[in-house]
Every structure is written in C-alpha cells, then in structure tokens.
C-alpha cells in the first residue's frame, strides 16, 4: 500500500472474452499500480491459476466478466470458491449489459465481493478491486489469527498433560514449532541446575548437541536472568548459541523467550532461530510468551513432583533390603524384586520384608493405598512396625490386627494391603493372613500353580481379621508373593490379570530369580504402580536346631 492508501504490488486476473475490453480494464489497472493477467475464457483462467497455484502465487484478485463462452461468470467463482485453496481469492463480476436484481444476488451468492457494470470509472474500478482485497486481506488475517490461537490452545492442553519435563518440554517446543512455522527448542533449568530440553517432532534425532552444549545453554540462562523476572524476549548472537539446536551441525542466532521467576530463575526457556526468518509480529511474539508462560506454570509441579519421587524412591530404596543385604533366613531360599512405577507416574508404597522369627521365617509383601510421598513414608511405618511386633509375637493374624490398629490410630485416613506368611522350613507349616492382598501362589514340581484360600480385610478399616490358613509347603513348592502393580491393569479385571499371572509362572523355568524375572518381562514394563516380589523355596538338607 502506498502513502495515498492505494494498494500496489498486488496481481489482477482479468476474465473477459472481449480483446478491447480486456485492454480497456487492464490499461486502468497497470496505471494503478497492479500486475496484470488477463484471460479470455473460464478453462484458461483455471488452467492459469493451477500453475500458479503449483509455484505459490494466487492472483490477489479476479475480475469476472458474467458471460464467458464457455461457462458463465457465476459458474467460473462457484468452482474457485469449491476448491479449498482457491476459496479465499476474491472475486469481482462484471457486465456491459445492465444485469437483473437476481443475478446480480446470484453473483454474491456464490461468494463474489462485488458487481460492476462497464465501461465504468477507473476509480470506481479500482475502487472495487482495492476493497475485493482488503476485505480477502482481513478475512485471511483473521482466520490466521484463529488458526494460531487454535494451535496455541492445543499446544497449551497438550503441555498441561505432560506427565515429566522431558514430555513437557517436547510438547512446548513442538507447539512453538507450529506456531511460527519454523524450528525451536524449550528448556527448564530446574533449581539444581538440571536442564532439560525439548527439541520439534521433525528434528532429526542424529547428531544432537552434546553435553557441553548443553553447559552452555544452562550458563547463558542463568548470566541473562540473573536479578530479572517476568517475561523477557531477547536475541542471542550465534557465536553464542550452540550449534544443532534447530538443525544439526548448522549455527544460528537465537530468539529466546524467557519465563522468570521473581527470585530470577528460569523455568522456562523457549528458543527459535532468527537468521533467515522474518521478524515475528508482536502478535507472535504475545502468543509465544503466551505458551511460554503456560510451560512455567505446568514445569512447576512437575519439578517438584520431581523432588518428592527423588526422596521417596530414596526413602523405598534405603529401607528396603537388596537381595544380598537379606538376614541369614534358617531353611529357605528367598528372592526378592522391587521396581518402582515408571518415570511419569507418582511414586507409591509397596514393600517386601523377609524376618527370621526364631526357627521360622515371617514374610511378607504389602501395599500403601494411593500414590505420594506419603505412601512411602506410612510403608516404612509399617514395616518397621512389624519387625517390632514379631519379637514379641509371631501369629500373622495377630500381626495383622496390630498393624490395623496402627493405622487407625497414627494414620485414619490410609489403608493398606498386607500378605503374611509364617513358615517353619522344618516342618513345612505355613500359616497365611492376607489383609485385602493378592494371595500367594504355590507352584508344585508337578507343573501345577494354585492361589491359597486366605482373605481378609485391608488394613486401616477396624474389621476383625481371620485365623490364618495353614498348609505345608512342600520342599519342591515355591512360593510366591506379590503386589497388585504387577498385574492390575487399567479396565481388566483382577481375576483375569491374576489368571494371566498364573499361567506365566507355571511357564518360568525353575529356581525363584528365574521366576521373578519371567514375571516381570512378562508383566512388569511402564507400569503405572511399583512392583514388589517375593519367592520361597524351603532349602534341601536344612535340619532343624531343635533337633
């Protein structure tokens, strides 16, 4: 547009059968400034906008004369308007003859932004043209405005879904990517100065920067906002930008856009390359601090998650005893796993101990209703609790009724699954109390596999618990304990995933490590709960002190 408000550097197609008509239009529009191709039919003017439809440049608008040998006016603008890519190219009708009320509606029914008789005014003339395109102009701004708020609001679902940095980050840099339609990389520096980064779906997975790269980024993020906060957009020049980021191996300067926290930290760091890109509008530049701001707010809970699974997977880990830190157990053999719930899901309270109570050996495996740091926490009440009470008492019922009270008293508002087995490797006897758990299954040498009869309440709830079931191993037997996490699937019932278990252990090769780890190929991947198990064998050859 020119200082006088006239458009310039805009295409017209003219469509007139007419020569001198065709000259007469075209001659007032080239002295206005336009570009002009010009027509005699309605095939030439679709054959001409195919091709230039191919090399991506679509006239800004048409001129229609209504009667066309071949097809009318209204019929050539209903078929631009049909096809998807021509539908926003606006359309002027034209007529010598003086035209009836209806087809001059018929003409803007079919999406036509204007009808002018001719021989008219050059400046009526280009008066319809100037207003055809600012009219498309506005429409097509707007629905690129609505089509980059619709991006912007999926990109934002899709960031407030994420279920770790790494997934948050990726998110936010893919909807970065689509927004402005051309690479970009996110970063969170967490408080430990952990960065985690986000690279766009189409980046090359090979050649990624490395970690000095990545020590770079971290030490820039932390110079450019040290004593800032709010939103900051800045440029970076490439010798101080890393290369690969964007592209692999190529160096570019960075835009970045910053999120701050009061206190000057980064949560957020939204990266695009500016060499060879076009400046963004400031209404790109609002929606990008826009998805920025809406990383940093969703990166918080998720670095703190972060935190609290740090300290619980270490709190599991120390309190449980790896396989080699097990006490000496009389008469058994023993294997124990335990993994916890995968990356993105939150940590809970499984557990397994194994105890010598004289010449008998307590097990037993249990859950912590619910997923958190409490969880963990109340699992290790628990089993330090139970270590306490077998010194003075054995019985797994009576056990179990203990720590009932326990959580009623110190936790009202948690529950939890607990299987108790007391086995006297001498003898075989084992006696079973199972507190809402998987009960344990028994493997015979015979290639049999049966779950033990033995039920009862949670834990937590103050209902009476049954005397245990007895039953005598057999030395051949093995038996195993485990938690729900193995198995439970989401909208699979229990009885069937339990069913599934059964027939994976009878199909384990012999000994307890291969069955633990047959069990957990079969079952234990991307879990959303932690896995504990326990197998027993009683030993060969162990006699008794009493005898």
């Known amino acids: ?9 805009t295409t017209v197609l003219v469509v007139d059968d007419e020569p001198a008509s065709r000259y007469a239009i075209g001659t007032v529009l080239r002295r206005a400034g336009h570009e002009v191709v010009a027509v005699a039919s309605g095939q030439e ?23 066309l040998p071949d097809m009318s006016g209204f019929e050539l603008c209903r078929r631009l308007k049909d096809r998807p ?11 010598a003859l003086p035209a009836a009320p209806a087809d001059r509606c018929a003409g803007l029914d079919m999406g036509a932004e204007a009808y002018l008789t001719v021989p ?4 009526d003339i280009e008066a319809a043209v100037r207003a055809a395109v600012r009219a498309a102009r506005l429409r097509a701004d707007d629905q690129a405005l609505v089509r980059r708020l619709r991006l912007l609001s999926e990109s934002i679902v899709t960031i407030q879904s994420a279920r770790s940095p790494q997934e948050l980050t990726d ?20 408080q430990n100065d952990e960065l985690y980064r986000g690279l766009y779906r189409e980046r090359s997975s090979l050649a990624l920067p490395d970690e000095g790269a990545h020590r770079d980024v971290a030490g820039l993020l932390r110079r450019l906002t ?19 980021f964007f592209r692999p191996g190529v160096q570019h300067d960075a835009r970045l856009t910053l999120v701050l926290t009061q206190d000057g ?31 940093a707010l969703a990166a918080e809970p998720l670095l703190k998650y972060q935190v609290e699974r740090h300290v619980a997977l270490t709190l599991q880990h120390s309190f449980l005893p790896r396989p080699h830190q097990l006490p000496e157990l009389p008469g058994v053999d023993i294997a124990v796993r335990y993994e916890p719930a995968s990356q993105e899901t939150e940590i809970g309270g499984d557990f397994y101990s194994a105890l010598r109570v004289g010449d008998q050996v307590l097990t037993a495996v249990g859950d912590v209703v619910g997923h958190s740091l409490e969880a963990a926490t109340v699992m290790v009440e628990l089993r330090h609790a139970l270590r306490a009470y077998c010194l003075a008492e054995n019985d797994p019922a009576v056990l179990a009724e203990r720590l009932d009270q326990l959580l009623q008293h110190y936790h009202a508002e948690v529950t ?132």
């Open 1 to 9: 547009m020119d200082v006088n408000g006239k458009l310039t550097d």
């Open 45 to 67: 003017a679709l054959g001409e906008l195919d091709v230039r439809l191919r090399k991506g440049a679509l006239p800004d608008v048409a001129l229609i004369d209504v009667r």
């Open 85 to 95: 890519h021509m539908a926003g190219l606006p359309v002027v009708h034209f007529s």
């Open 120 to 123: 008219a005014e050059p400046a």
């Open 171 to 190: 998110a936010a840099a893919d909807g970065a990517a689509r927004l402005l339609g051309c690479p970009a990389a996110v970063f969170v520096l967490d």
């Open 226 to 244: 040290r004593g800032q906060s709010g939103v900051q957009i800045t440029t970076v020049p490439a010798p101080l930008w890393p290369a690969g």
């Open 265 to 295: 930290k980064v949560p957020v760091c939204l990266a695009t390359p500016t060499r060879g890109q076009r400046r963004i509008s400031p209404e790109n530049e609002a929606l990008l601090a826009q998805l920025a701001q809406a990383t």
């Open 416 to 547: 939890a699954t607990l299987c108790l087995a007391l086995i006297d490797p001498a003898s075989g006897r084992t006696r079973i109390a199972n507190a809402g758990h998987i009960p344990p299954l028994i493997l015979g040498d015979d290639g049999g596999a049966e779950y033990v009869k033995a039920a009862g309440p949670l834990l937590g709830v103050g209902l009476p618990h049954p005397p245990p079931t007895e039953l005598v191993l057999a030395p051949s037997d093995r038996l195993l304990m485990v938690t729900d996490g193995l198995i439970e699937t989401r909208g699979v019932d229990i009885a069937v995933s339990m069913e599934q278990l059964r027939a994976a252990a009878v199909g384990a090769l012999p000994g307890l490590d291969a069955l633990c780890d047959t069990l957990l190929a079969c079952f234990g991947r991307d879990r959303e709960d932690d896995v504990a198990l326990l197998a027993l064998r009683r030993s060969n050859g162990f006699q008794s002190r009493r005898n």
